[in-house]
């Protein structure tokens, strides 16, 4: 059973720059698995940032973050990296690895996903 476990997170300034990294243990990705970066910000809904699907890198993104962040999928080590660029404050919030079918529905859906990690903080100062 695949284990989720993200890193990366932390405090940024305003403008700057920050790569999450997803990582998959116990086994690998399956060839028709979807990995998506969902946030949640205190107070509200969790959301969908981006999305990979494992095959055939095809991406998808909020419009919230596009132009910003960046999904990739890296096969042999086995992870998935969000890099996140100009960053704001409205950024702010634990960000979510998931992954699940890419077929059991839409990408930008948490019910999509069936495998979560426990979550890293991700703080933007203004």
């Known amino acids: 059973q695949v284990q989720l476990v993200e890193s990366g997170g932390g405090l940024v300034q305003a403008g700057g720059s920050l790569r999450l990294f997803c990582a998959a243990s116990?086994?690998?990705?399956?060839?028709?698995?979807?990995v998506g970066w969902f946030r949640q910000a205190p107070g509200k809904e969790r959301e969908f940032v981006a999305a990979?699907?494992?095959?055939?890198?095809?991406?998808y993104y909020a419009d919230s973050v596009k132009g910003r962040f960046t999904i990739s999928r890296d096969l042999a080590k086995n992870t998935v990296a969000l890099q996140m660029n100009s960053l704001k404050p409205e950024d702010t919030a634990i960000y979510y690895c998931a992954s699940g079918l890419w077929y059991s529905g839409a990408p930008y859906a948490s019910a999509s996903y069936d495998r979560w990690g426990q979550g890293t903080q991700v703080t933007v100062s203004s």
């Open positions: 116990g086994r690998t990705f399956r060839n028709n698995a979807r």
């Open positions: 990979v699907k494992w095959s055939s890198d095809t991406t």
